[in-house]
């Protein structure tokens, strides 16, 4: 299973940012995905994730009100729009995927590469 990630990049404070993750190898539908990101200097931390049937969604506390986590299993496409850019939400993205023996662990089985994004005030 491979996990690439993409749609990062450079954006001004307060604009939005669409990210996607696209699961290789087996279908998406077998895993819970989360997203998470790394700022310089900082530890990973998480930013939200997703059921395997995206009925339940949960949110980092930073993250409510401004992002949307979303998935097209047909697509083996996981999404984060994330509103309202701040310079702070400047980091690595990662998106992950977990399988349903791991629930309820925090581990994630499978990870992508990450996508950059940069805001600037």
């Known amino acids: 299973v491979q996990l690439q990630a993409s749609g990062g990049g450079l954006v001004q404070a307060g604009g939005s940012l669409r990210l996607s993750c696209v699961v290789f190898?087996?279908?998406?539908?077998?895993?819970?995905m989360g997203w998470f990101r790394q700022a310089p200097g900082k530890e990973r931390e998480f930013v939200g994730d997703i059921s395997r049937t995206g009925r339940k969604i949960d949110y980092a506390d930073s993250m409510k009100g401004r992002s949307t986590i979303s998935r097209d299993n047909a697509k083996n496409t996981v999404y984060l729009l994330i509103d309202s850019l701040k310079p702070e939400d400047t980091g690595i993205y990662y998106c992950?995927?977990?399988?349903?023996?791991?629930?309820?662990?925090?581990?994630?089985?499978?990870w992508g590469q990450g996508t950059l994004v940069t805001v600037s005030s």
């Open positions: 992950a995927a977990q399988m349903p023996e791991n629930y309820g662990s925090g581990r994630y089985d499978y």
């Open positions: 190898g087996r279908p998406s539908d077998n895993y819970k």
